[in-house]
């Protein structure tokens, strides 16, 4: 009895797998006793589970060797078993057994599991033929479970689903392979959510596109090119030089690709790709040819063609002059093109490029330049007409007199020029300007003469529209007068003397530097000296800025825009400053930080400079004349200046604010490039804008 109990559990530790296919009443001993009470077939359990087919299948249980046929679905039924005995039937699985329940066939009647059989179906890859072929031939995969095979993978995953399986089978699947497939490695799949995917072990190698020849090279950029090789059919796509991807072929067949090429393919590798994208490379470079050139003439002047005949120049693309100036070509063949002469050409290698970004140089062209032979009379007034003689002046665009103005050019032939000498124009030499920028100097000097004053300086470092410019000179009582930038005259004056006049700027002067035009009661007329006009004092060479909200590095009026979120950073007509949007009271209105790039004056005799600030206060702003500002330079906060520094109004527009270094008893030398520079502001009100604090000399 021992020995049989220790049989039961040795089976138990065996198949741990088994299913359980029925219930049985709670067995308490294994005594003989109970063993003799069972006498009908009890079948405890069957396994593995799952089993593959071709395996042994074992049911454990009692009085088995009554069992006379075992039912496999679908209705496959064993009679022959590999061990039957009362508690153990064996058999082998047959390959076309399928999922489901199972039947015992017993004197007593049919014993039917409650749990299906499940089977372990590995698939695998034995082989596959050919191993060597050209994409859309058919392939043929040999294994085992391959009925089983959803999806086919070639490398690069490009996958092939079950419909597309021409034939498929347990034992071998046939199915093309697809255009876009490349060599390597193939895998099969169950296709499940978690798939079981099996690789094969050799590679399959799938047939490439070759070269054999390339003709004719070099080729003319728009004709025909010929490819010759093997497997050119495969071929899709055609790349040239220049990333030229051609996928449209004048004719296609398994050994020969012709195609055109386009007119701006480059020198270089021909690469052809089949579906799979795996390109092949040509050994040799395509090269394109290059257009031969003869030019006449040589010597030529602005304006002028040039005729240039040769071989292949419909390939030119641009003509490029001395100064590398392009010209435009008016008509152009095979054969021969025609090119206007650029106004800006100077004398110079004419070069011709092709749309293949290919170049052919020619021979140096000269630019001819006119010949200032002569002018009368040799004295002039301003608004009188002198004549100039030479050759070539109808390249002539500018006549420029000493004091750098210009004269006005009333009638123009190769060989004369009519000019009117302009106001402001000074003795000296005149110049004649071309089209290609040259200056050609009279070889004697023309003498200007008038009875005009002479303005030595201004008061004032700007006219500042509605208020007075004091004008110092000699003979100024010679004025009759005042014409403003913008064409307006002066209608207001103050004190008049033969060394000074006062004049008030008009409010709708032309803003900007500019002169005033003279007229003398004898009608003369003249030009003062450059002077600035408008609200604001100009920003010079010799201006040193501490604050203009500008980029400088990594730092930008942003980081001027204040603690208080009281101030805001605009821009208008290119210009960025800073405009208080909610009332300042004791906070800071902004901040200029060294470390970030900010700009970092070292000022040196400041005492020799003015502190100076722009400031607008947009109309209808009440306020501004009680604001009150602390100037920080370099984290020192010793520069207090109260109220009455800003005016009531600016009435909308930009004005310059002063204030002397000598306020604070500034002397020596001005280090601001560490620390802090900016602005403590108090009651100030908004729409207040500020701009350029600065030092600029006195």
Not at 663 to 668: A, D, H, K, R, S
Request: charged share 20%.
């Amino acid at each position: 009895m021992q020995t049989k109990f220790k049989k039961y559990i040795n089976r138990g530790l065996l198949f741990l797998t088994l299913a359980s296919v029925t219930i049985l009443p709670m067995v308490t001993s294994c005594d003989k006793e109970d063993e003799n009470e069972i006498s009908g077939v009890v079948l405890e359990s069957f396994g593995p589970m799952p089993i593959a087919r071709g395996a042994e299948l074992v049911f454990i249980g009692y009085n088995l060797n009554q069992v006379s046929a075992v039912v496999l679905p679908s209705n496959i039924e064993v009679t022959s078993f590999n061990e039957k005995t009362s508690d153990l039937l064996t058999l082998t699985i047959p390959q076309d057994a399928v999922e489901g329940l199972i039947t015992l066939k017993t004197p007593q009647g049919d014993i039917t599991t409650k749990t299906p059989i499940t089977y372990s179906e590995p698939i695998s890859i034995d082989n596959f033929s050919p191993v060597s072929l050209k994409a859309g031939q058919e392939i043929t995969i040999s294994g085992d479970y391959l009925n089983l095979v959803k999806e086919i993978i070639f490398t690069d995953r490009i996958a092939v689903g079950d419909t597309a399986f021409t034939s498929q089978s347990r034992k071998e699947l046939k199915l093309v392979v697809p255009q876009e497939a490349q060599t390597g490695k193939i895998a099969i799949s169950n296709g499940a959510e978690e798939p079981i995917i099996i690789y094969s072990s050799a590679e399959l190698t799938v047939t490439l596109p070759a070269f054999a020849t390339i003709s004719p090279n070099p080729v003319k950029a728009g004709s025909s090119l010929t490819i010759t090789g093997t497997n050119l059919d495969l071929v899709k796509q055609i790349v040239l030089g220049g990333d030229k991807t051609i996928a449209e072929f004048v004719s296609h067949s398994e050994t020969t690709i012709e195609l055109s090429v386009p007119e701006d393919t480059q020198d270089g590798k021909i690469t052809m790709f089949p579906a799979s994208m795996v390109g092949v490379e040509s050994s040799e470079d395509l090269i394109l040819v290059l257009p031969t050139v003869a030019v006449s003439p040589t010597t030529v002047k602005n304006g002028q063609e040039i005729t240039v005949t040769g071989t292949d120049l419909d390939l030119v693309d641009k003509v490029l002059f001395g100064g590398d100036t392009e010209g435009n070509i008016a008509s152009a063949t095979e054969t021969e093109i025609k090119v206007v002469v650029p106004d800006a050409a100077v004398t110079g290698t004419v070069r011709f490029t092709t749309k293949a970004q290919k170049e052919v140089s020619g021979p140096e062209i000269t630019i001819i330049d006119p010949v200032f032979s002569s002018f009368s009379p040799d004295e002039s007034k301003a608004n009188n007409t002198i004549t100039i003689e030479g050759t070539d002046l109808d390249l002539v665009v500018d006549v420029k007199f000493a004091g750098e103005v210009s004269g006005v050019i009333e009638s123009q032939t190769e060989t004369q020029l009519q000019v009117t000498v302009p106001v402001g124009a000074s003795s000296g030499l005149i110049q004649l300007i071309t089209k290609n920028g040259n200056l050609i100097a009279s070889s004697s000097e023309i003498t200007i003469t008038a009875n005009l004053p002479e303005i030595t300086g201004f008061s004032e470092p700007k006219g500042t529209p509605g208020e007075i410019l004091t004008i110092e000179g000699s003979n100024l009582l010679l004025i009759k007068e005042l014409i403003f930038p913008g064409d307006v005259k002066a209608t207001a004056y103050g004190v008049k003397t033969d060394e000074m006049v006062q004049v008030y700027v008009p409010i709708d002067v032309e803003k900007g530097y500019g002169n005033i035009t003279i007229i003398t009661y004898e009608g003369e007329q003249g030009l003062s000296p450059d002077l600035f006009i408008g609200g604001t004092d100009p920003i010079t060479d010799e201006t040193i800025i501490v604050m203009d909200f500008e980029q400088h590095g990594g730092h930008d009026g942003y980081w001027d825009s204040g603690w208080s979120g009281n101030t805001e950073i605009l821009e208008e007509n290119g210009n960025i400053f800073l405009r208080v949007n909610g009332a300042l009271d004791g906070w800071i209105l902004n901040c200029n930080h060294q470390a970030n790039g900010a700009p970092a004056p070292v000022i040196n005799n400041v005492e020799d400079y003015v502190l100076k600030f722009d400031i607008r206060i947009e109309e209808g702003i009440t306020g501004a004349e009680n604001a009150q500002l602390q100037f920080v330079f370099a984290d020192q906060w010793n520069y207090w200046y109260g109220a009455g520094l800003l005016p009531a109004t600016t009435s909308g527009d930009w004005i310059t604010v002063s204030v002397p270094v000598s306020t604070w008893g500034l002397t020596g030398t001005f280090d601001l490039s560490s620390g802090t520079n900016g602005l403590y502001g108090g009651v100030i009100p908004a729409g207040v804008s500020l701009d350029n604090l600065r030092f600029d000399p006195k």
